[in-house]
C-alpha cells in the first residue's frame, strides 16, 4: 500500500474522530449548560425546576436535531459521490 494512502486514511480517520468527539460534547454540553442557566434563573424566580428541565429539554431536542440533519447532509453528500450515482446522473444528463 503507497504511503500517500496510508497517510491519507490515516488523516481522514483522526478527522472523523475529531468530529465524532465535538458532536458528542456538543450533545452533552449544551444542554448541561442551558440546564445549568435554567437553575441560575429558577433560584432567581423561584419556579424550581421549571426553567431548568425547561432549558435542558429544548436544547436536548434540538442538538440532537441538529446532530440527525448534519449526519443525513453528509451521507447524501458521501451518496451522491458513488461512482454509480454519478453515471446514473451523467445518464440522466445524457437523456434530459
Known sequence: MPA??????????????????SIAFELVATPALFGFFGWLIDGAVGTRP?????LCLVTACYTG????????ERMDALDAQLPSRRAEARQQDADG
Open 4 to 21: 500517500a494512502t496510508t497517510e491519507k486514511s490515516h488523516l481522514h480517520q483522526r478527522q472523523s474522530s475529531g468530529d465524532a468527539l
Open 50 to 54: 421549571a426553567f431548568t428541565l425547561g
Open 65 to 72: 436535531w441538529k446532530t440527525f440533519k448534519l449526519y443525513g
